[in-house]
């Protein structure tokens, strides 16, 4: 069973950066597709990045790239979500989800999930 733990989540001032990690447990980190999705209060969740598990190709929402980079770091069983240049749209609560497959941006093709870590960016 694949565990996943985000950390890196704070309050930042619009302009600014944070560093997103999610921590991978219980799988080949190799073989696993990793996204970031968000969910702000009152909205749907969102796609904000992935990762291949394969290429190590990445990919990107609309509403991020350009600002958002997404690395995987296998020696140390990680994914990080560099943000910069943030903005108070993207505040959400942050999620981390893995595959086995060679997935993208579809919620219903990642089984595993993280709990989440709260990015607030004040204007």
């Known amino acids: 069973q694949v565990q996943l733990v985000e950390s890196g989540g704070g309050l930042v001032q619009a302009g600014g950066s944070l560093r997103l990690s999610c921590l991978a447990s219980?799988?080949?980190?190799?073989?696993?597709?990793i996204a970031w999705f968000r969910q702000a209060p009152g909205k749907e969740r969102e796609f904000v990045a992935a990762?291949?598990?394969?290429?190590?190709?990445?990919y990107y929402g609309s509403s991020v790239e350009g600002r958002f980079f997404a690395s995987r770091d296998s020696a140390k069983n990680t994914v990080s979500l560099q943000m910069n240049n943030l903005k108070p749209d993207d505040t959400a609560l942050y999620y981390c989800?893995?595959?086995?497959?060679?997935?993208?941006?579809?919620?219903?093709?990642?089984?595993?999930w993280g709990r989440g870590t709260q990015v607030t960016v004040s204007s």
């Open positions: 989800a893995a595959s086995n497959n060679i997935v993208r941006d579809g919620q219903a093709e990642y089984p595993y």
């Open positions: 990762i291949s598990r394969s290429s190590g190709g990445t």
């Open positions: 219980g799988g080949t980190f190799n073989w696993l597709s």
